[in-house]
């Protein structure tokens, strides 16, 4: 493995129950993170013990969005819906009930939301009049993580099928459904460098599929212990980080996809369960995980 260097810089403490999920405000010193005592909470990176509460759900929060363009910020509110945040005014201006189905991930593109749910549906939904346009129902198992791709004009839902489907981002279209995972895909995301699509989950490997021949299988690693539940690029594309069931993040090469290092507790006081999500800052390169065991950390990474 190589010699990458790793410090731990800060640990953010104050949620009460398992922190499910992180959100960034690009190019800014700030990220968001939700959890399952239903606050959402900003903060800064420069100041580590001033967390800001955002809002305070009833129930569980495993989904983000921020829009900075609009400074807002979209909550999915498990069992009731979404509700945008004016940022600036740190208030609510607006919600929209959709299902009683846990909220998994929201993507925010052209002024929509695209919204997966625990009942296998994706929410359409128009942001500015907080209108549901389209339901994409092909399943009913949980759709779980979805990435966007805007070269290809398209966006991938990973569910708990086992399966990932691609859809067309304009006409909403299903244009391919790849099968290989053997559980539920937990992550995927649309590699930055390459053609590839790369996703993982509960099944603990790592799959990539070739763009350029129909998400045809390029790759397969069996990478973690236990289930994988996020991955993310660095901000210059040459490396991805996973985390895990198994309590680790694990770095990798992007173009070979080598193991470059495990950062856990015994070798970095990383986090003592389950690591749920990953967000790599471009603001200053530092590495954000949050984790089961209510904590965030900020890690260093040196290559």
């Not at 960034?24 to 900003?42: C, I, N, R, T, W």
Request: aromatic share 10%.
């Amino acid at each position: 493995m190589s010699a990458i260097q790793v410090s731990k810089l800060h640990t953010f403490v104050g949620h009460k129950d398992s922190i499910y999920t992180i959100e960034p405000l690009e190019s800014m010193p700030y990220f968001f993170s939700g959890a399952g005592d239903g606050m959402v909470v900003k903060w800064d990176f420069n100041e580590p013990d001033q967390g800001q509460l955002v809002a305070k759900m009833q129930n569980s929060v495993y989904a983000l969005q921020s829009i900075p363009e609009r400074n807002q910020l979209v909550i999915g509110h498990n069992f009731q819906g979404i509700h945008v945040i004016d940022l600036k005014e740190n208030k609510e201006i607006g919600s929209l009930a959709l299902s009683n189905a846990a909220i998994f991930d929201i993507k925010y593109v052209s002024n929509k939301l695209l919204v997966g749910t625990g009942s296998g549906k994706v929410y359409i939904v128009d942001l500015d009049g907080l209108r549901i346009l389209e339901v994409l129902e092909t399943t009913h198992k949980s759709a779980r993580c979805i990435s966007l791709n805007a070269d290809y004009n398209e966006f991938a839902v990973g569910y708990s099928d086992h399966n990932i489907r691609v859809y067309d981002l304009s006409s909403h279209s299903l244009k391919f459904e790849l099968a290989g995972h053997t559980n539920s895909v937990f992550t995927v995301g649309y590699h930055p460098q390459l053609p590839l699509l790369i996703s993982a989950g509960r099944d603990a490997h790592i799959k990539a599929w070739d763009l350029k021949h129909s998400y045809q299988p390029h790759q397969d690693i069996a990478a973690h212990m236990y289930a994988i539940n996020h991955l993310e690029f660095s901000p210059n594309g040459h490396h991805f980080v996973t985390c895990s069931m198994d309590k680790s993040i694990k770095v990798w090469d992007a173009q070979e996809f080598k193991l470059l290092k495990v950062i856990d507790k015994s070798r970095h006081a990383g986090h003592g369960t389950s690591v749920n999500k990953l967000y790599w800052s471009k603001y200053n390169q530092q590495l954000v995980s949050c984790s089961d065991d209510r904590t965030i950390s900020v890690w260093d990474l040196k290559f």
